[in-house]
């Protein structure tokens, strides 16, 4: 008889990370390499790479660096051959990069407007494109997107991550029509408010933290480790019915 949690394997599955310098893109990529991932480590800030692998590697895991600049254009030409090099080509690919340019709307350039919607929108898809022809021909693939509780909600000084993170849960739907009958089901984690780099001028305002902690059902705000669990479901046999799909991981904000 199979055992239930063997649902949630993916040892020898190769995953590819991006954001996983720090937050929630080194969280995950650390959670996936425990589950017995070979895992790409993607992000522009080699130091910060080197160290999560030293990480991934002094508790025994696998994984490799791939430091590249998201909104560099040029790096996308030979993204697939590099990605495949270490470990062969990505079964699951994390978009977990991104950035928040926290501005008043009118004060908000284009050029900051342009780089948030690419890093935030357009990379995730242009990745993908790159890495699901691999992913056809095993068919089976696994994307996962991060999306925000900006994804439903406005926040002040957060226009354009806001748009970019409303577009994400659009992307994901439209991403699964187009590959989830050839075995590439793509979805998204929606997470509540997390103390990461990203986070960091909210995390410096105690009462803005203690105020987004009422707002959940369950009193308190997340944590990294609440999404290891979604994620291993959504990379795994244990989510092959659950595409298109975008799960909220927030304490029940969004529902109260």
Known sequence: MENPYDLFDIRGRVALVTGASSGIGQSLACAFAKAGAKVLLLARRQAQLDATLQAIGAEGGSAAVLACD???????????????????????????????????????????????????????????QCLVPAMRERHW????????LQSVRAFPNSVAYGASKGGVVQLTRAMAEAWSADGV????????????ELTASITAQPAVVAELATRTMVGR?????????????LASRAGEFITGQTLYVDGGFTSK
């Open 70 to 128: 998201l909104l560099d254009s040029g790096c996308f030409a030979d993204i697939a051959q590099r990605a495949a090099g270490p470990f062969g080509p990505p079964d699951i690919l994390l978009n977990a990069a991104g950035i928040n340019p926290r501005m008043p709307a009118l004060q908000t350039p284009p050029e900051v407007w342009e780089r948030t919607l690419r890093l935030n929108l357009s990379v995730p898809f242009m990745l993908a």
């Open 221 to 233: 705000n997340g944590r990294a480790e609440d999404l290891h669990g979604v994620a291993l479901l």
């Open 185 to 196: 089901l793509c979805n998204a984690i929606a997470p509540g408010y997390i103390p990461t």
């Open 141 to 148: 693939g696994r994307i996962i997107n991060i999306a925000s």
